[in-house]
């Protein structure tokens, strides 16, 4: 009796704390009856395979330590970019994250992180890696918070669920290291679980002095979509109207062009894109840029 009562009560705990990420609660708003399950974070080392740089001294990729950083890797009068990956994705030779690093080391000059979650992020149960992101999210804080390089030279990039952790590091970085995040990248958000929710759960304009959502996928989740159609970001790009993208027959492709766009950028000046209110581009006025553009991705204008 007292073995199944001690079970019970941790299979209903609502707190869990790990050493330098702080603690985690799947009460309300992380929670939300009928749409957000009850999932309390995992730890790092169950959910985060590794972080890497790369720059003008570290053409080669190399290991870095969230926990204890070396800021030699680091050169530290350079921006520093972090990118992350969404649900069932890893960072690998076909990754969108190797090329971007390819072009970020070949055309812009940075610091360029590469963070691996696939631990967490190959988990079958979607609702586990929506809240693990709250874990990477806080090792990226940790990791950044070390560095000597100005805060508003930091700029994280997530797509999919990985838009919520670089949401998350913005936040933890801001709440625990008295420290604002430059820019916030979301490439096409996830949806699921999150778009309902309140701001402190999914991305927000609020996050990080800068916020850009591309949104590549964005539409009803009962129906099916798989990126957020809300307008969260300080800069909101909706390219070919945000929903379906050209080339594509299947929501899990048109999800996947976010990425693509922004890594695209980063060699390029980006596309003008008319700023323009989601409701104002369904009525047909945004065909121009008398009311003002903006460049999508890398070279944003704002930042």
């Known amino acids: 009796m007292k073995i199944a009562s001690l079970l019970f009560a941790f299979s209903n705990a609502a707190n869990v704390c790990y050493n330098n990420v702080g603690c985690f609660t799947d009460d309300p708003p992380f929670s939300v009856n009928g749409y957000r399950p009850r999932r309390l974070p995992q730890s790092p080392n169950d959910v985060l395979t590794g972080m890497f740089i790369t720059n003008s001294k570290n053409r080669v990729e190399r290991a ?30 076909k990754s969108f994250m190797t090329k971007a690093r390819d072009n970020f080391l070949n055309h812009q000059s940075v610091n360029f992180i590469s963070v691996d979650w696939s631990k967490g992020s190959q988990n079958l149960d979607y609702f586990q890696s929506a809240a693990d992101t709250q874990t990477v999210g806080r090792t990226i804080a940790k990791m950044l918070s070390q560095l000597s390089i100005r805060s508003s030279d930091f700029t994280c990039v997530g797509h999919s669920l990985g838009g919520h952790v670089c949401s998350y590091a913005a936040k933890y970085l801001k709440s625990e290291f008295r420290k604002t995040m430059g820019q916030v990248v979301g490439m096409d958000p996830a949806g699921p679980t999150f778009e309902r929710t309140t701001a402190e759960v999914r991305i927000d304009h609020t996050d990080a002095t800068f916020v850009q959502i591309i ?89």
């Open 64 to 93: 870095v330590n969230w926990q204890s950083v070396n800021e030699g890797l680091f050169e530290t009068n350079k921006k520093v970019v972090v990118m992350t990956h969404g649900w069932t994705d890893e960072y690998d030779d």
């Open 215 to 303: 949104h590549s996928n964005g539409g009803d989740e009962d129906a099916g979509f798989l990126g957020m159609n809300a307008a969260f970001g300080h800069a909101d790009f909706y390219p070919n109207g945000g929903v379906r993208q050209p080339g594509c027959n299947n929501f899990v492709c048109d999800h996947g062009e976010a990425p693509k766009m922004y890594v695209d950028s980063i060699t390029h000046n980006g596309c003008n894109i008319p700023v323009c209110s989601k409701s104002n581009y369904d009525a047909g006025r945004c065909t121009n840029c008398l009311s003002g553009c903006n460049r999508m991705g890398w070279n944003v204008k704002g930042f």
